[in-house]
């Protein structure tokens, strides 16, 4: 018997299959490409060949996507992705003090007293703390981001770059490139930049205790991870889940909720991969913010509704 756990992101949609003990047994980890219903069918088609509907008996959701996704698949809990995150971290690591996350299209800082969260920040804003502003400078240097990491631990003399903006980092990059800084020292500087920038931003007056874990996809980077160390004077833990953490927080909750409830689950199978998602939008007029309203329909029935500010719609559904 086996939880889900789903973490649907901007860039990434993660799925893990977790037993009982949350050993990980299966782990994919999609490209979200702004289709998150897509993103979960393509997963599921790959999930339906090795494990059968009977065999998943709880299933959680988080990330941006996470009411859409719960309503797709039928998710016993629906949480956010500090909760998640906070979760999985625990479950690896009870002494973990602080956690910082770096996605593709965000990051975030997560504080912990005694297993408990007493302190978080996000930042959804500016791209230059986040992986897609490296994956766009890897691309430009004809690097692959895979090996961004080793070219900053080769560098000698780090140049400095401005990194408090997305825009302005990539002009001094380029200025620096014309200078004649090797390509070693520029991405040495770019994950120092980085680091400064959320260090300058997210964390801003943030108590950063260890001990210290790193997830989110750019935590496979072995430059940023140093360029952490160096700047907090501090070890830096990257757990061996690192891409997935959410989703596993996601399938914990799951489990503990199911299993405080003696409930079944909601789950409603793999059979979904083959069903054919339409979405529709529309403006209500129920009052003066007249939100726009996306209505999902599913082969038989509606799905959900998403996008209005009260509830009136979205809560028609269970989630």
């Known amino acids: 018997m086996y939880y889900m756990g789903i973490d649907v992101g901007s860039v990434s949609t993660d799925i893990v299959i977790v037993d009982k003990n949350i050993n990980v047994v299966e782990s994919l980890y999609l490209r979200t490409k702004g289709r998150p219903i897509n993103a979960i069918q393509e997963g599921f088609k790959i999930l339906k060949e090795k494990f059968s509907n009977k065999e998943i008996i709880g299933v959680g959701t988080t990330g941006s996507g996470r009411q859409i996704s719960s309503s797709i698949i039928g998710a016993d809990v629906v949480k956010n992705e500090i909760t998640a995150h906070a979760v999985a971290s625990l479950n690896t690591d009870n002494s973990v003090k602080t956690i910082i996350e770096i996605g593709g299209q965000d990051s975030k800082i997560i504080l912990l007293d005694n297993g408990i ?36 631990l080769k560098s000698t ?8 903006c997305a825009v302005f980092a990539e002009s001094d990059m380029i200025h620096k490139q014309q200078l004649g800084y090797s390509e070693n020292d520029i991405i040495r500087g770019l994950c120092e930049a980085l680091v400064r920038n959320y260090l300058n931003n997210v964390a801003k007056g943030k108590n950063i205790k260890s001990k210290i874990f790193f997830q989110g996809g750019v935590a496979a980077n072995i430059g940023i991870k140093t360029a952490f160390e160096n700047a907090l004077g501090s070890d830096v833990t990257v757990p061996q889940n690192y891409k997935v953490m959410g989703a596993i927080g996601s399938a914990i909750l799951a ?7 003696n409930k079944a689950t909601a789950f409603k199978g793999f059979d979904l991969a083959d069903t054919k998602f339409v979405s529709k939008s529309f403006e ?7 939100c726009e309203v996306v209505k999902i329909l599913g082969s ?20």
Do not use: H
């Open 117 to 152: 969260v007493t302190d978080f920040a996000m930042n959804t804003v500016c791209a230059a703390g986040t992986g897609s502003f490296l994956d766009r400078q890897a691309e430009r240097l004809e690097i692959p981001i895979e090996e961004f990491g080793d070219y900053a």
């Open 157 to 164: 003399y780090p140049v400095r770059i401005a990194g408090r």
């Open 255 to 261: 489990k503990e909720y199911l299993e405080k409830t």
């Open 284 to 290: 209500c007029e129920g009052c003066s913010n007249r």
């Open 300 to 319: 038989k029935s509606t799905v959900g509704f998403f996008g209005d500010r009260c509830g009136k719609w979205s809560g028609s559904v269970a989630v």
